[in-house]
Nanobody, 122 residues
């Protein structure tokens, strides 16, 4: 059994910062890509950022220069540092990971966190 546990969401004023964390636990052989998605009210879920096992990161254009994704492989944890937050960043943020539970689990599976609310407002 694998679980992703998120923390760090909350309410912040425009221009403020938040740091999201997501730790994977349980039966884990290896983790490939980890990432963050978000879904704003009335909109489709979108990929915000992702990072591979070597630390190579990608971002959606709207957050480039403001958000930073990173990971600690020893802790099976991914982070999202969010700076200069805007009201448009308000959404439920979901942690995501592609995980192999054992050596023979060649394809692996996708796992999701429960989601954490980020609200940017005065």
């Amino acid at each position: 059994q694998v679980q992703l546990v998120e923390s760090g969401g909350g309410l912040v004023q425009p221009g403020g910062s938040l740091r999201l964390s997501c730790a994977a636990s349980g039966s884990i052989f290896s983790i490939n890509v980890m990432g963050w998605y978000r879904q704003a009210p009335g909109k489709q879920r979108e990929l915000v950022a992702r990072v591979d096992g070597g630390g190579s990161a990608m971002y959606v254009d709207s957050v480039k220069g403001r958000f930073t994704i990173s990971r600690d492989n020893a802790k099976n944890t991914v982070y999202l540092q969010m700076n200069s937050l805007k009201p448009e960043d308000t959404a439920v943020y979901y942690c995501n990971a592609h995980i192999r539970r054992r050596l023979t689990d060649y394809g692996g599976s996708i796992y999701w966190g429960q989601g954490t609310q980020v609200t940017v407002s005065l």
